[in-house]
């Protein structure tokens, strides 16, 4: 089984940085796209960034150029650091792997917890 835990959530204000956190365990034999996620006060999930295997990252159209997302290949553990947050950001921050465990031709989908962030004066 994965696991995926997130961190660096919290509150902000207007204007300010965070770094979330993914930490991946679990038996894995290949790790193939992993994403960021959030879900906003009465709206649905929606994508914020994701990154392939082999590096290429693409965000939402909301980001504008303010978050960037990395992996760390040697831990398996995946980054989104955040700029120029606004209020619109305030969601819960999911974090997503696409991962395969005992046949690494055949990946699941996994998910996290979820971290708060919360953007405020």
């Known amino acids: 089984q994965v696991q995926l835990t997130e961190s660096g959530g919290g509150l902000v204000q207007p204007g300010g940085s965070l770094r979330l956190s993914c930490t991946t365990s679990?038996?894995?034999?290949?790790?193939?796209?992993m994403s960021w996620y959030r879900r906003a006060p009465g709206k649905q999930r929606e994508s914020v960034a994701v990154?392939?295997?082999?590096?290429?990252?693409n965000y939402a159209d909301f980001v504008n150029g303010r978050f960037s997302i990395s992996r760390d290949r040697a831990t398996n553990t995946l980054y989104l650091q955040m700029y120029d947050l606004k209020p619109e950001d305030t969601a819960v921050y999911y974090c997503?792997?696409?991962?395969?465990?005992?046949?690494?031709?055949?990946?699941?989908?996994?998910w996290g917890q979820g971290t708060q962030v919360t953007v405020s004066s």
């Open positions: 997503n792997s696409w991962s395969a465990t005992d046949d690494p031709d055949t990946p699941q989908s996994y």
């Open positions: 679990g038996r894995i034999s290949r790790l193939y796209t």
């Open positions: 990154i392939s295997a082999d590096g290429h990252a």
